[in-house]
């Protein structure tokens, strides 16, 4: 494995980790929060739960391809992403705050790999998370302006 490839694989994983926890910390908000009373973000989030899950297991293929190696614990992923998670979001806005640092904190990881790691040869790879930055800007604007209609019921 190349010092190139080690890069990217360890890029890659800890990518997978932040997508790993920015899931299920999204899980958690849809879990506190009711569909009800926020219809449009609720539908926006679980879009991005399922959009994260194919994302998962794209990394977790690429990193497979170029002989990574996996974290196998929760614990290992919590400890291999860039942010904490869900830890201290007691509110709603809490957690909408955090889901957005933590994808904004994605599009920063996903744009320092692409600037460190050469694609010349893998022109793939970089169309790869250049739509994987793409998606969690999009995401992002998309949970803001669900986040501005009023609940149900007002």
């Known amino acids: ?13 800890r990518l997978l980790a932040d997508h790993f926890l920015l899931s299920y910390s999204i899980r958690v908000f849809l879990w506190r929060e009711t569909a009800e009373a926020h219809p449009a973000m609720s539908e926006v989030l679980r879009q991005d739960c399922d959009q994260l ?8 293929c690429r990193i497979s391809q170029y002989g990574g190696r996996f974290p196998v614990h929760f614990g290992e992923l919590h ?3 860039s942010f904490p998670g869900a830890e201290g979001w007691e509110t709603r806005e809490d957690l909408l705050q955090g889901i957005h640092a933590n994808h904004d904190q994605i599009i920063t990881n996903v744009a320092m790999l692409r600037a460190i790691v050469p694609f010349a040869d893998h022109p793939e790879e970089d169309a790869f998370l250049r739509t994987l930055g793409d998606f969690h800007e ?17």
């Open 53 to 60: 899950g194919r994302i998962i297991e794209s990394l977790g």
């Open 138 to 154: 999009t995401t992002n604007a998309c949970l803001r302006a669900s986040n501005t209609a009023p609940p149900s019921g007002s």
């Open 1 to 13: 494995m190349t010092d190139t490839v080690k890069v990217y694989c360890g890029g890659l994983v």
């Open 79 to 81: 400890d291999l992403a």
